[in-house]
Nanobody, 121 residues
Framework: VQLQASGGGLVQAGGSLRLSCAASGRTSSNSVMGWFRQAPGKERELVAA????????RYADSVKGRFTISRDNAKNTVSLQMNNLNTEDTGVYYC???????????????WGQGTLVTVSS
C-alpha cells in the first residue's frame, strides 16, 4: 500500500483544516486506516482510526468532538476534518494502513510521508 498525505498548513487557533490521504495498491481498500501525529519531542500518537467499511471510528480523547475521520473506498481516500484547532494540535500528521483495527502504532504497516500542521495562537 502506498500512501500520500496532503492538506497540512498554518492555521490560527480556532480554525479548521482538512487532511487527505490517497491510497494505492492492491490491498488499500481492505485496510484499516489511521491518522497519527507527532509533535516535536514527543512520540507518534494515534489521532483517529477508521475500519474497512467506514462504519466504525476511534479517536484520541484529545480530539473527540473536534476531528472527524472518513473514507471513500471508491476513491481510495481517507480524510481527517479538523475543527477548532489549538496549539496542542501542532505536529506532523501521518496517514497509515493496517490489517487490524488497532489503536497501537506498531500495528500499522504502511505509512505516508507526513504533512505538517502548525496552529498559531
Amino acid at each position: 500500500v502506498q500512501l500520500q498525505a496532503s492538506g497540512g498548513g498554518l492555521v490560527q487557533a480556532g480554525g479548521s483544516l482538512r487532511l487527505s490521504c490517497a491510497a494505492s495498491g492492491r490491498t488499500s481498500s481492505n485496510s484499516v486506516m489511521g491518522w497519527f501525529r507527532q509533535a516535536p519531542g514527543k512520540e507518534r500518537e494515534l489521532v483517529a482510526a477508521i475500519n474497512r467499511s467506514g462504519g466504525s471510528t476511534r479517536y484520541a480523547d484529545s480530539v473527540k468532538g473536534r476531528f472527524t475521520i472518513s473514507r471513500d473506498n471508491a476513491k481510495n481516500t481517507v480524510s481527517l476534518q479538523m475543527n477548532n484547532l489549538n496549539t496542542e494540535d501542532t505536529g506532523v500528521y501521518y496517514c497509515a494502513a493496517s490489517g487490524s483495527y488497532s489503536i497501537i502504532t506498531r500495528a500499522y504497516d504502511y505509512w505516508g510521508q507526513g504533512t505538517l500542521v502548525t496552529v498559531s495562537s
